[in-house]
Every structure is written in C-alpha cells, then in structure tokens.
C-alpha cells in the first residue's frame, strides 16, 4: 500500500514532511494519518483553497497566480517552495488543481498539477508535473493524494543522485 510505503521511505531516508494541498483537501495528511507511526514524518499539512490563502500562508505570488492560473505547476511549485520555508521540513508536496467534473478556463476537469519539494544540502530542488484523473470528485481526490506519495520516494533519489550544482 503506497502510504505505507511512504512512511517506511520517509523514515529510512530521514525525511520531514510538510504538505500544501488544494484541490486534494487534506487528503495526503489525511492517508498518511491512517499509518501507525506516521506522526514522526509529518510536520504539517496547509489546506489552502483561495488564492489569497495561498499567498498569505505559503508566499505564492499574485503574480504567478494571474499569469499561469490556480491550477498550474508555477503555482504548485511556489506553494511547494512556502511550505519548505515556512517548516523544518524537508520535503513538500503540493497539490493544486481541478478534482470535479467541471472544466474552468479552458483546463480539463480532473486536472492536477503537483510540486515535490526537497531540502539538499542547503538548497531547495522542485520537480513539478501535471497529470489528469477519472472518476468522482473523492476518487480524483484520493487517486492524486496516492500519486502525489508515490513519487516521493524517486525524485528523492533523483535529488541524492544529482551532482551538486555550484562545486
């Protein structure tokens, strides 16, 4: 099961984490929560719907928020980004996106785009990716909160793996 799995790579690999979910509404936290000992790798979870909170909480630019839209990865990346500075976490995911049955401005209902965040030798690396779901409003909800987990566990090794930058 991909949220046991999480928590056991999580605490293998040391990692805090801290979450900025929109459109998946606490669901990551909420199926992390479900995992005996999870409490140890979580750090927080913001829920943030508006966009106002989204700058308030996490430092998302109204900039960013008017030239890309809610539901882009330049948003997810900066709520991924605020979540990192504002915690001693060391890794976020955020999510932002459309997880009804309805499309807004021209995106497809059922689109999410997501930011993981991690804290490597001082420095903050962010992958993002936008992906499509199926379904009912709870199954797109629960069905990107399981990828969102699943992907820690490779873009952490990416993270590892990549040769330092500025040496």
């Known amino acids: 099961m991909i949220p046991d799995e999480a928590v056991a790579y999580l605490k ?14 606490g669901r990551i936290v909420a199926l992390l929560a479900e995992v005996p000992g999870s409490g140890s790798m979580v750090e927080c979870g913001y829920v943030v719907y508006s966009p106002e909170a989204k700058q308030r909480l996490l430092g998302v ?21 605020g979540a990192l500075q504002d915690s001693p976490a060391n890794v976020s995911i955020a999510t932002t ?5 309805e499309d807004v401005d021209g995106i497809p209902a059922g689109t999410v785009c997501f930011a993981w965040g991690f804290v ?14 199926f379904g009912d409003r709870q199954a797109m909800q629960h069905d990107a909160a399981i990828h969102a987990l699943g ?3 490779s873009f952490h090794q990416q993270v ?8």
């Open 12 to 25: 293998e690999h040391s990692l805090l984490l801290a979450t900025a979910e929109s459109c998946t509404a």
């Open 61 to 81: 630019s109204a900039d960013t928020i008017e030239r890309f839209n809610l539901t882009s990865v330049e948003v997810a990346r900066e709520m991924a980004r």
């Open 97 to 101: 996106g459309l997880c009804g049955t």
């Open 120 to 133: 490597h030798d001082g420095r903050i690396k962010i992958f993002t990716r936008t992906q499509r779901f």
């Open 151 to 153: 992907a820690i566990s």
């Open 160 to 167: 590892v793996a990549a040769e330092p930058v500025d040496r």
